[in-house]
Nanobody, 122 residues
Framework: QLQLVESGGGLVQPGGSLRLACAASGSTSDYVAIGWFRQAPGKEREGLGC????????NYAASVKGRFSISRDKAKNTAYLQMNSLKPEDTAIYYC???????????????WGQGTQVTVSS
């Protein structure tokens, strides 16, 4: 079974940057992509982007393209979400997901991390 653990969340000022990590353990040979999502209070879970663990190709939501980037370290079974020029509206719980194709739809993923809180505030 695949386990995912996010880390790197916290409080950051507007305009600042954060890098989140998603460490995978367990059946790591079974997943082909890592997706990043977020959910703000009272809102639906939003797909941010994903990365293919095979060739490193990425796909981003229009809302974050140019500000957020996803990378992975195959040797560490870890994916990263680099977030720049953060805005208060980026405040949310951020999740990574796997066991699904590289897509922005949450329903396509079978494994989820517990989430990490990101708060953008002065």
């Amino acid at each position: 079974q695949l386990q995912l653990v996010e880390s790197g969340g916290g409080l950051v000022q507007p305009g600042g940057s954060l890098r989140l990590a998603c460490a995978a353990s367990g059946s790591t040979s079974d997943y082909v992509a890592i997706g990043w999502f977020r959910q703000a209070p009272g809102k639906e879970r939003e797909g941010l982007g994903c990365i293919s663990t095979w060739d490193g190709s990425t796909n981003y939501a229009a809302s974050v393209k140019g500000r957020f980037s996803i990378s992975r370290d195959k040797a560490k079974n870890t994916a990263y979400l680099q977030m720049n020029s953060l805005k208060p509206e980026d405040t949310a719980i951020y999740y990574c997901a796997a066991n699904g194709p590289c897509e922005l739809h949450a329903g396509g993923y079978g494994s989820w991390g517990q989430g990490t809180q990101v708060t953008v505030s002065s």
